[in-house]
């Protein structure tokens, strides 16, 4: 399927979800609009744009039919880099914000684009949590969470 | 008041000691994040936005103000010397820039383009002074239909000029407004789209949504290509412009300020869209055309004083109306309403040292960026040298921190690295950010116009048409947006990247 296509349909379910969601608030009348209002009268148009754009992809004229994952080769990276982040909003308030960040730089550092050395990577974790402990926990007064260390 | 004694109020705020080194701070960090590719002004500036809660309004703008501005001398250094633009106001002026490095003319194209922009924010806050005052008298004339009007035409204004196709981004516009609803609404104080979160029951937080839209997914981009930059390696001794160089360059200059400042001024405009005008200007104006992108000074000039011009102007919009003319805008008023400052056409009678400080320190701005840039440049260029994979996780550990801090609140995390991957996926499929987040943010103040002409009117549409500045302003807004229907007149100008 190409991609333009694809997007279109996905933009357009979510018009509808949008349309359908909206009906069930109240939505006032034209002399006094209520909340349900404008909610609907963006989705109809979203619905009626992507349709425009549905019909624009089906006619073929986009020259560019490639892919835009072709040139992807890193998704893997891609994928590991979110869980971590997912895993550090997560582990946060339980790890605290100094291990939480440490773990969450030495990860990135180790196995995020190029693996730099244990040493360096260790190194750089520790400096770098530190610093930001400083700057945003003692010098901006940042509400940090403390963890299991309790600080 | 008249100007001088204006001016005199505007020092005597910038020249308190912790405005100064708020000032200083911001154009500091300003010029390091427009150096640094992959981080741009806009996801700094909400990132900082959580550590202003604790410094006065006044501070907080000048230094938020000076990180806007300062990244648009910072991000000349990385285009000229790499080829890559620090941020997207500085596409332009790699085609000329690194051509003139390559030549071995790396200093004059920095020095012009630092001089270029000192020029041209100095010229443009003297016109902020001499045009806001009276616009916003004009404004307080403004009921809701012409707010609301205004509004759409600035949304109208950045579909036109986004880059792709139009459709997409009105469909972004849409996505953005409909965003802006979730949550409590103000005025049934019935709860929207929140499924008893808690988190959204204040709505969805502008941070979370622009560091995710353009701080997480830039730098998801930034892995999956991994590009190799290479430094041009130039000697940077002489950097004063010789005086063939200025005689090329001064009215460059000065055109780039005007085109840049209207365009600045005018919503849904903005540094980058003024940058890629004025070049295209400067090639109308040229004796020699030809010469554009193979290392014209002109080509440097121009948009570099235009982007700055531009990103003063945009000033104008937000201090005088309440309404913001760009993204960076958009996070600056959501700054002011943090800090209980009502924005509108009263702000500049209510709050007058917010609004002449800020102005006073775009002057002392300016010569700081001037002594930052040229005597400097050898430091950022240091900078510039650090490798991505040790920046990266820098860059998201401050994303996380950022939002994190806003509210102690894990979920608002969650959000952001979902709309990193919403923001991933829409460069993927060439959907812009620009025009969601400008409508996100808008979205209150769009509902509450629209819903009170209504009320006004006794339901009646016909109240955008009968009075006559909202009438102009929809006039002008349906006139965009049916143009590009119109045979012979398909071709939009292409207004680059706008995020």
């Known amino acids: 399927m190409k991609p333009e296509r694809t997007s279109s349909l996905v933009w357009l379910g979510f018009a509808v979800l949008i349309c359908i969601e909206s009906l069930r608030l109240p939505r006032g009348s034209l002399r006094e609009p209520g909340p349900g209002f404008l909610p609907l009268l963006v989705g109809v148009i979203l619905a009626g744009l992507s349709t425009i754009s549905l019909v624009q992809a089906q006619a073929g004229s986009s020259a560019d039919g490639k892919s835009p994952w072709a040139a992807s080769k890193r998704w893997k990276k891609l994928l590991w880099v979110l869980f971590s982040l997912l895993a550090y909003a997560l582990a946060l308030e339980t790890l605290g914000f100094l291990l939480a960040t440490f773990l969450l730089l030495l990860f990135l550092f180790r196995f995020g684009m190029e693996p730099q050395r244990w040493s360096w990577a260790i190194a750089g974790s520790a400096i770098a949590s530190l610093f930001c402990y400083a700057v945003f926990e003692l010098w901006l007064r940042t509400q940090l969470p403390g963890g299991i260390l309790g600080f | 008041m008249d100007f001088f004694s204006n001016l005199q109020l505007a020092f005597s705020v910038i020249f308190q000691p912790d405005n100064l080194l708020f000032c200083f701070i911001g154009c500091v960090i300003g010029t390091l994040v427009g150096v640094l590719p992959g981080l741009g002004p806009v996801a700094t500036i909400s990132l900082l936005l959580p550590s202003t809660f604790h410094i006065s309004p006044v501070s907080a703008i000048i230094m938020l103000g000076g990180i806007y501005y300062g990244a648009m001398y910072g991000g000349s250094i990385t285009s000229i010397l790499v080829n890559i633009p620090g941020e997207a106001a500085s596409v332009v002026t790699c085609l ?138 130039a000697s940077l001794s002489n950097l004063l412009p010789t005086l063939r160089d200025w005689k090329d360059s001064i009215f460059s200059i000065m055109r780039g300020t005007f085109v840049g400042f209207f365009l600045g001024i ?234």
Request: hydrophobic share 55%; net charge neutral; with cysteine.
């Open chain 2, 266 to 499: 005018l919503p849904g405009g903005g540094a980058v869209i003024a940058s890629f005008a004025s070049y295209a200007v400067e090639k109308k104006f040229s004796k020699h055309p030809e010469r554009f992108g193979s290392g014209a000074i002109e080509g440097v000039a121009a948009p570099e004083a235009a982007n700055n011009a531009a990103s003063q102007g945009a000033f104008i919009p937000l201090l005088t109306l309440g309404i913001p003319a760009n993204v960076v805008m958009a996070i600056l008023l959501g700054a002011l309403l943090i800090h209980n400052i009502k924005v509108g056409p009263l702000l500049i009678k209510d709050h007058p040292t917010l609004f002449w400080g800020v102005l006073g320190s775009m002057y002392v701005g300016n010569v700081m960026l001037l002594v930052l840039n040229v005597p400097l440049i050898g430091i950022w260029v240091k900078i510039l040298k650090i490798p991505y994979p040790i920046l990266f996780p820098l860059i998201l550990l401050f994303c996380l921190i950022g939002v994190y801090s806003v509210n102690n609140n894990i979920y608002e995390v969650v959000i952001m690295i979902l709309f990193g991957v919403v923001g991933y996926l829409m460069k993927k499929f060439a959907y812009e950010g620009a025009p969601l987040i400008l409508a996100f943010v808008l979205s209150p103040l769009l509902e509450n116009a629209l819903r009170q002409s209504l009320i006004m009117s006794n339901g009646d549409f016909s109240i955008f048409f009968s009075r006559p500045i909202s009438l102009l302003l929809i006039l002008a807004s349906l006139f965009l947006l049916f143009l590009p229907l119109l045979p012979g007149l398909r071709k939009r100008p292409q207004g680059g990247n706008l995020d």
């Open chain 2, 96 to 233: 000329d820039g690194y051509q003139m490095a390559r030549q071995g003319r790396a200093g004059p194209a920095l020095g012009i383009s630092a001089f270029g922009s000192f020029i041209a924010g100095t010229l443009a806050t003297v016109l902020i002074m001499m045009i806001a005052p009276p616009l916003a008298r004009f404004a307080l004339e403004f009921g809701p239909p012409e707010y609301f009007a205004l509004m759409f035409l600035g949304l109208t204004v950045l579909t036109y000029l986004a880059s792709g196709s139009m459709v997409k981004a009105l469909m972004m516009a849409c996505v953005g407004i409909f965003l802006g609803t979730v949550g409590t609404d103000t005025i049934s104080g019935i709860e929207r789209f929140t499924y008893r979160s808690y988190t959204l029951m204040d709505g969805i937080g502008l941070i979370p949504v622009i560091m995710g839209l353009f701080g997480i997914s830039e730098v998801l981009l930034n892995i999956e290509e991994a590009s190799k930059q290479e430094i041009y390696q």
